[in-house]
């Protein structure tokens, strides 16, 4: 299909400055275990965890210190110490969140995870065990329980693993820097994930301007066993959103993901780097997800840096160990500059899903308000879905959000490209929110009359 | 909890995303403003001190208009966006030298207020505000809109009679060799192209208007979409009336393809849509300069092809994921 080769290679898409100059040369660095970690007991989309721990406590690192319930992941101890409370804590999306808390203490020795021998034997249950009892989930940002998008509904069939290494987001490196770091427990894991949904081939998708992270891990591939798997590592446009589901599979596949429709719809899973090498990790040495790289950067840190961090570090501790803020800092955003959101204030937990700290400075881009749509199109060619954002929003400030479907608001998937691109600064995104929410609203509302 | 954090919070939180493009509305008016510059100098050096009274009168109506729309309804000033000031300059472009200043001040404000401010401001317009005002302006003023045409330099050499005719208009009374008399004989088409002609102010040097439009197309401003579509039409519409040349080369035409068809707000938003409406304007303004009752037709062209806008975007759209065979 000729025109998704076309989009592949850059139509309806964006090319904002990366900006990743900063971080991209840094090796990852390990924090060193923080005084208190904050671990929200909600780091996962799904049911909260159950604290099997009570105030007082004494935990070692590793050990699992709430349950997991209904379709959720457990929550393991970053650091060794005791419990000092359980209660409700700043979370940096669900801005409170209940949380157990953990003063350090370098008295109590952490968990060991010694190699499991049998661990390339291992039947597919036994696998997808490991991994939730390892409380992973999608690191790329999504946070959705690993365990869960590997067990594929009814019905759903696949023959490829889409292993996603375009880490498009401006300023973020900590992806880019595990490929180089560990392109080994990235491969394995993804042969592990290979296996547990029964695909023959997996495709690593990696840009084009981190061609030595493509380098690593097919040198990896060559290095890791044969086990029978095809495995293919693919360069793709460093273009935005490259790293989005929809683009990434139509690179790397040629297939198009149907709106609204997960990967599956066209026989394809999708599991980021990071993951991956936490499922090695989960699978073959039934070690918990304990850290994770976060590349904490922007022009508002005295020194941006990739680091390995505990989970439920403080953020204004990774902020320290970057030394500081500089003092015309003014914003934060957890995730990339794209999609991320910004918070107001550093004193909340790294949760899992976290993959960016960027800190900006300046004003915000809409504190000078907007104008109207001049109609320019610009948001038309950025937008990869081929959607009209400019219709959407003069709809929507019309007071006339239904009215805005034949222009694929219900489609869209947030990126961001159109407000990167709109020259009279309008909140495409929040207009395209506005939108969807209407739209959702009224087909509940017809199927509760039609019911 | 942390010392770190607590000096700075809280943060500024706005939605993302939180990166944007250096480019913004103002700039890009402002970019337009200067890509005229080039054929409005031009018209001053041709046409003398006369041209320059149309010019102010015209920018100076559309402003004020602006401001004063603003004013009464309460709205913030908006004339620094630049959008008033370039309605002002590409009507003034397309007039006579030799119309009365106080004429061109009408006209400006009349676009301004009737052509944007009515149907809400900028973004909100369906007509093209200059071609609105220009239209007004020949209906107001016949007379002044269509004999008040300058002989090149003829104010500089304080000729009696300076007024002329232009070379469609010529060509629509007589014949093509009366239009190309007009324009010099041999070497016409070189003081066509490089704009020594009768002709409005800013329409009669095809040089510099490319020359001002290539800035625009090297900073993405404008695409050649609804431009190659006016050229296009036209060529199509005229090609059997043995003048297509003159047509192409003379009247406003470059200027409205560069400049008006270009105008974000009153042309279709993709790129096919931008081509249609072009070939579009092309096709009406060929129709109007053979059988309709003016020797120039790209202004009432560009006004019918306006009102054809929303259709043509509901008709040419982006590309979308097919929806179909989705087991979802």
Known sequence: ?451 | MSEAAAPRAPFVVTPGPHLRTAESTRAIMWWVNAALLPTMAWGLWVFGPPALEVIVGAVAGAVGAEALANRMMRQRLTVKDGSAVCTGLLLALTLPPLVPWWAALIGGAFAILLGKMIFGGLGYNLFNPAMIGRAFMMASFPVAMTTGWSIPRAWYSRLEAITTATPLGVMREHDLQAALHLIGGPGGWFRLLIGMRPGSIGEVSVVLIVAGALVLLARRVITLYAPAGVFVGLAVMTSFSGAAWLHLLSGGVWLAALFMATDYVTSPATRPGQFAFGVLIGLLTGLIRLWGGYPEGICFAILIANAMVPALDMWFRPRRVPATGAPS
């Not at chain 1, 949380?99 to 020795?109: E, K, M, R």
């Not at chain 1, 880019?176 to 990235?186: G, H, T, V």
Request: proline share 9%.
């Open chain 1, 1 to 451: 299909m000729p025109l998704l080769e076309l989009r592949a290679l850059g139509r309806g898409t964006i090319h904002p400055d990366p900006r990743k100059e900063a971080t991209a040369g840094r090796p990852i660095e390990d924090l060193p275990l923080p005084a208190e970690v904050l671990l929200p007991l909600i780091q996962h989309l799904g049911d909260p965890a159950v604290p099997a721990v009570k105030k007082g406590d004494t935990v070692q690192r590793g050990q699992r210190i709430a349950d997991a319930a209904g379709n959720g992941v457990p929550l393991h101890a970053t650091i060794g110490g005791r419990v000092r409370a359980i209660e409700k804590s700043a979370h940096p999306t669900l801005v409170q969140s209940p949380a157990i808390v953990l003063t350090g203490d370098a008295a109590v020795p952490p968990l060991e995870f010694p190699e499991d021998p049998h661990w390339r034997a291992l039947d597919r249950e036994e696998m997808l065990a490991r991994i939730r009892e390892a409380g992973i989930v999608g690191l790329g940002g999504a946070a959705f329980p690993t365990f869960r998008k590997l067990r594929l509904p009814p019905g759903v069939t696949v023959d490829t693993l889409v292993v996603n290494g375009a880490e498009c987001e401006p300023y973020l490196t900590s992806d880019y820097r595990l490929m180089l770091a560990e392109p080994r427990a990235i491969v394995e894991g993804a042969r592990l994930l290979a296996r547990i949904v029964g695909v023959p081939r997996i495709l690593f998708g990696i840009e084009s301007d981190k061609r030595d992270a493509a380098a690593a891990l097919e040198a990896a591939v060559r290095e890791t066993a044969a086990d029978g798997l095809e495995l293919e590592v693919r360069v793709v446009p460093a273009r935005y959103p490259q790293g989005a589901e929809k683009q990434l599979v139509a690179a790397l596949t040629g297939r198009v993901i149907p709106p609204r429709a997960l990967p599956y719809a066209v026989h394809v899973v999708v599991q980021n780097v990071a993951t991956a090498a936490a499922v090695r990790d989960a699978v073959r040495f039934r070690r918990p997800l304990l850290d994770r790289v976060v590349t904490v950067t922007g022009p508002g840190v005295v020194e941006p840096r990739n680091l390995r961090a505990p989970i439920g570090t403080l953020l204004s501790d990774l902020v320290r160990f970057c030394g500081g803020l500089t003092d015309t800092a003014t914003r934060v955003v957890s995730g990339g500059p794209m999609m991320g959101r910004a918070l107001p204030r550093l004193d909340v937990p790294l949760v899992k899903g976290m993959n960016g700290l960027v800190l900006l400075t300046g004003r915000g881009p809409f504190e000078e308000g907007y104008g109207p749509c001049i109609q320019c199109g610009r948001c038309l060619d950025a937008c990869p879905l081929g959607l009209e954002p400019n219709q959407v929003s003069i709809r929507v400030e019309a007071g006339r959000a239904t009215e805005s479907a034949p222009f694929g608001a219900a489609e869209c998937y947030e990126c961001g490209a159109c407000a990167y691109v709109c020259p009279s600064q309008r909140p495409l995104v929040q207009f395209l929110q506005v939108a969807k929410s209407a739209l959702r609203k009224q087909r509940e509302n017809l199927a509760a009359v039609a019911g």
